[in-house]
């Protein structure tokens, strides 16, 4: 099913300026899948990267960029879909893809492409409509116009959800009683835009269980409370290869909960969110961020949460393995039992989306416009969702999509395209 689904999203964002040389650039950015003629595989077109720049002379000069993005493979009759940030220097020549052409066409996570001139920040301007970007060197504002095609995204979310809403494979998690009870029939898809546009097909309004979507919020709250660095260094940001509530991951890596995207490190994650010690100050910590990244009120689902909270005899014993370990910064039962809750929030499909567009718009809700954590953490989080987001499952999810995701078990999956 989730090949599928793959197989019918094409997401396309375009946008054209013209510098103060008078030169025009093109920015093309887009994902695209399609069954692939050999295999009816779903193949990824985030193919090739190409700088395209047109001259007042009418003059094109057309250079391709190397993409190193994940799952792409090589796919000579792809469109030109995906393009880079480009700016020329100072010499007149293009040089540089900035932060929405690096989010994407550099691996996940890199530092992307820079040119020896320095890179450009952009900025989504609602009320103006216009993209504002300014050159960290002159520190002159510069804009460009989104063109993106709310039809196209609308037709591609459409399409896919024609292509799979008959597909019955698979079945609900029933380890977690109230999960088992839970109508599978209900399936919806919502994109969250960068400018605050929303769009949805089938059931978006209905509210499922987080779950471990949720270890995302707080991974990014933890690394927003201590900076990145220290969150690698007390949790880790590898992969396991394994389930998401693995013991044997935890003795094989004694040193580390791996990443805070598995069970052990987000309960990791849990015990080192502030204010330590005060178990509501840490949950309304928790809640009021996933607010402000889904710009809606939340809350727990009280049944999921009791329902969860008596049988979940694993997550106990990894919360005091992990304890043997010096790797809970706090209370092992308090830290666990805010996992608990945090796994147990309500969210509808359309809150989730605008979530993941907040990480994509680098913390900026672009709902609300409020700045929810530093832009330098959506590389970061980003990184963690493609290397583990789908646990053992993260590298056929990467290799046939190209997206770093986060799934939950309550049916929920988010996926970020940073800066689209
Ligand atoms: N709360 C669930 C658990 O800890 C979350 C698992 C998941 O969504 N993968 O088991």
Redesign the pocket.
Known sequence: GLRRLAAGLRVEFRAARTDRHGQQHRLVLGAHHRLCDRGRHPVHHLCHAQTLVARPAGRRRVRPLPLGGPGCPDNPDSPDNFDGFVRTNRSGRPGVTGPIGRSIAGPIGSPGRRSEEGTTEARFHRESGKRETTDQITNKPTTMTPKIDRQHVAQALRGAYDRVKNTTGGKN?D??PYLANVPSTLFGIAACLTDGTVVAVGDTEYRF?I?????VPTALLAMQQYGAQEVLDRIGADATGLP??SIIAILLENDHPSTPLV?AG?ISACSLIKPVGDRDGKWQSILRFVEALCGAQVGVIDELYRS?SET?F??RSIAWLLKNYNRIYDDPDLSLDL??RQ??IGITAKELATLAATIAAGGRNPVTGEEVFRAELTPKITAMMATVGF?EHTGDWLFNTGLPAK????GGIMAVIPGV
Do not use: L, M, P
């Open positions: 998690a380890y977690i269980g779950e471990s979507v949720s270890k998401f509530n069970n987000a969860e979940n694993n997550n996992y608990t796994c147990s646990y799934t939950g078990v309550g």
